[in-house]
């Protein structure tokens, strides 16, 4: 009777132990960047998409988020586990891929959208990159590692030749999409120039004297994705049933965006407290270079590079390598 007892008590102490051990966290943080490309992450936030999902999944679950100015960030906060889904450009997410290859094996979700990236100046002397000057300085989000700092350098190999794509780096520096747009209509700062990404780039070209240098899609030969959404493999594997709920909250708020773009508009002026008018907003997402999508699109034109440039130490065979499985359904490239 006694070893009766004890088996039955040691088969609810191990199932007990398991349970807890399948525990899913009950409390992540997401962290995404400024203007209207993390639309679907604000969706997901106003209307606490991750929860609703992560319910209908069993799981009660916390969601916290934050907004950096790049995805360099992102990265440290990932890798000390004070985050959980990061979202930037495609250079940074592929430099923490090939850096974690075969330790905590960082890989994106998803992309989030394609979109033009322009760099804009003030300078009525720079109609090319060969115009730049000591005297001129280029804001971007990340000096050497943001997706525009990468378009910069693939774009100055085009234009000067191999070798030459760290050209400009030293006129780069490092600020957010909404001050580099401060600094750059300013018309009193060093900095008259941006790297910049939808909708700063735009709000600035309306302003008397800017004019555009670069357009992203020109450097790639056609449209490209700028953003996608990653975390870690151990994540993924711990926490499957949140994983899974970010990811239809995802799949939900892209689905929301490309049926009604005016609501869309209205809920990104709503949060993000930009002055920009509605009219304005609405004919952004309306803009056929401007696609709400996961599907990765040129993601390997980056990679080729940044291999080719020694920014990362491993090359994947195809662009499936850097996604998770949910993802390598899609027509991606």
């Not at 234009?159 to 580099?180: K, M």
């Not at 773009?261 to 401007?290: C, G, H, V």
């Amino acid at each position: 009777m006694a070893r009766r007892l004890l088996s039955v008590l040691v088969t609810v102490a191990l199932a007990a132990m398991m349970s807890v051990a399948r525990a899913e966290m009950a409390e992540i943080k997401v962290a995404k960047q400024y203007g209207i490309s993390y639309l679907p992450l604000m969706l997901m936030e106003d209307q606490k998409l991750i929860e609703k999902y992560a319910k209908a999944a069993g799981v009660e679950v916390s969601v916290g988020w934050a907004t950096f100015a790049g995805g360099n960030v992102m990265n440290d906060a990932l890798l000390s586990n004070s985050l959980q889904f990061a979202s930037g450009g495609v250079a940074p997410f592929v430099t923490l891929w090939s850096r974690t290859r075969g330790n905590l094996d960082v890989k994106a979700i998803g992309a989030i959208n394609s979109m033009p990236l322009y760099l804009v100046t003030r300078n009525p002397n720079v109609k090319s990159l060969a115009d730049f000057t000591e005297k001129d300085r280029i804001g971007l989000p990340a000096v050497k590692v943001s997706i525009q700092a990468i378009t910069l350098q693939m774009a100055c190999e085009k234009a000067f030749g191999p070798g030459q794509q760290n050209r400009l780096d030293s006129l780069t520096v490092t600020l957010s999409h909404p001050d580099a747009m401060q600094a750059l209509l300013s018309g009193r700062s060093e900095v008259d120039a941006h790297f910049g990404s939808p909708p700063f780039q735009y709000q600035e070209l309306r302003n008397a004297g800017m004019h555009r240098v670069v357009n992203s899609y020109d450097v790639l030969g056609g449209p490209a994705t700028f953003n996608v959404v990653w975390t870690s493999s151990k994540f993924r594997a711990e926490n499957p049933k949140l994983y899974g709920a970010f990811g239809k909250a995802l799949d939900d708020a892209i689905a929301q965006i490309n049926r009604d773009k005016r609501a869309a508009a209205e809920a990104y002026l709503r949060m993000s407290k930009d002055k920009d008018t509605l009219q304005d907003i609405f004919a952004m997402l309306n803009d056929p270079e401007i696609v709400y999508t996961t599907t990765p699109q040129n993601v390997m034109k980056y990679v080729d590079f940044m291999f080719q440039s020694g920014a990362i130490k491993v090359k994947p065979d195809g662009w499936k390598d850097l996604f998770f499985p949910d993802a390598q359904t899609l027509p991606g490239s």
